[in-house]
């Protein structure tokens, strides 16, 4: 039975020992790497590309191709019958022609029919000359047109493009820093309850300790069986704490683990564990420039770039009321040849023109849609400045927040320092038999909240030191 538990020991060992090392950047790189959210930003990022890319398109000529096919039952005849036209002959005597007619040879006037004199010569023209086969008429044309002046409208889609792609990217880092801060708060919570799982285990030992020093002395006749009683109700405390940490810091293993995009089942081993304190890292400075700070922020920047998208929709909407200039050119083929007397076969040619549009009078729907634009911009730099002015508050607040956290840390220390030396008064007393057991005990509830306050203002130090880096845009 020892060789097997010394078996299961040794595995457990092997196991701990294969278990990977991880820092808190490698926490921060795996949740980076493996967060859906930034996934989705990313490809959103990709999307605004694409839009600008199409925007940019606008400047180049469009080439079209199109073709149509039309089925006809009918022919097409241009007359309903035989036409018969009259023929005009050259007069020597008035020097230009004159239409030959026929005359009454009594009288040698001209004779009328319907009014009309009748003509002496005609040419006839048959229906069927005039008649052209339209059951398969085929048109096709390769066009091509060139804006050359849209009012500004394509410059402005460009610039209204390219801060999309600019806002799209800004809001990807913001959620990264999201997720760094989301990473960092798991991680040091990990850490924090790691202590304090030793702390809880000191803790068990030294009642566990006294419980055996209780119990001789009931053994010996100088205790009492309500102090062993009492000492062993505060020893079913410390384990079932115990139990709670223990609890608690599998549960936050398993959200650093689903942050960090990995199975829940999975168990990191952090980097800052296992030491015997956490520390409160490098101290930061308590002046910084704003308008640093506002270049940093992501979300500031990305509605910083909102306000010029709002600028340049006011020139997409003034460009409506300013000229449009385009040209274009065709090549062009149809069937019957129109261009050949309606001969059955393709007829080709080439056109090239421009088109010019100039808007006079709309009722005063385009300079009302440029000052609605135009309202709307003003409204978003508002926006803006509420956003500065919550940000420069938020980074105040942070900052007191971290201060104060510095200052309980500091505390912590000195009350530690004070509790240490009542235990081991405490102890050395109760050893000695001028102190007691409910001294002890008190003893050790302050110095378990002493080492406890202490481990949370070791984390609360980091946890702020995290949200001030965040609220600063630093990091990502």
Known sequence: MRKFTLLICLLGALVALAQPVVSLDSCRAMA??????????????????????????AYLPNIDFQASYIYNQKKLSLLENDAYLPIKTFDLLSQDYEYLVVVNPVTGEPVLHDGQPIPLQVAMLPKDAMTFNIHNIMAGAVTLTQPIYMGGKIKAMNEITRYAEEIARSMR??????????????YWQVVSLKAKQRLAESYVNLVESLQKDVTKMLNEGVATRSTLLA????????????????????????LLAQLCGLPVETVLHLADEDNETVGTGVLRPTDYDMELVYARRKDVRALTLATEVYDQKVKVARSEM??????????????????????NRFGLAFSVGAMVKVPIWHGGGLSNKVRQAEVEAKAKRLELADVQEKVALQVNQAKFRYQEALKTYSMTQTNLAKADENLRMAQVAFKEGVGTSDEVMAAQTAWLKANSEKIDAEIDVRLCDTYLSKVLGEGV
């Not at 980076?32 to 925007?55: C, F, G, P, V």
């Not at 880092?173 to 798991?186: I, S, W």
């Not at 300013?322 to 001969?343: I, M």
Request: charged share 25%.
């Open 32 to 57: 980076l790497r493996n967060n859906k959210e930034i996934r989705q930003a990313t490809l959103e990022i990709e999307k605004a590309h694409y839009q600008h890319k199409e925007a940019h398109a």
């Open 173 to 186: 880092d913001n959620k990264a820093q999201d997720v760094v801060y989301n990473v960092d708060a798991a």
């Open 231 to 254: 000492v062993d109700v505060r020893l079913n405390e410390a384990q079932v704490d115990l139990t709670k940490v223990n609890n608690g810091l599998v549960l936050s293993r398993m």
């Open 322 to 343: 300013l000229p449009q200039v385009a040209a274009f050119g065709a090549y062009h083929a149809t069937n019957p040849n129109t261009y050949n007397g309606f001969k």
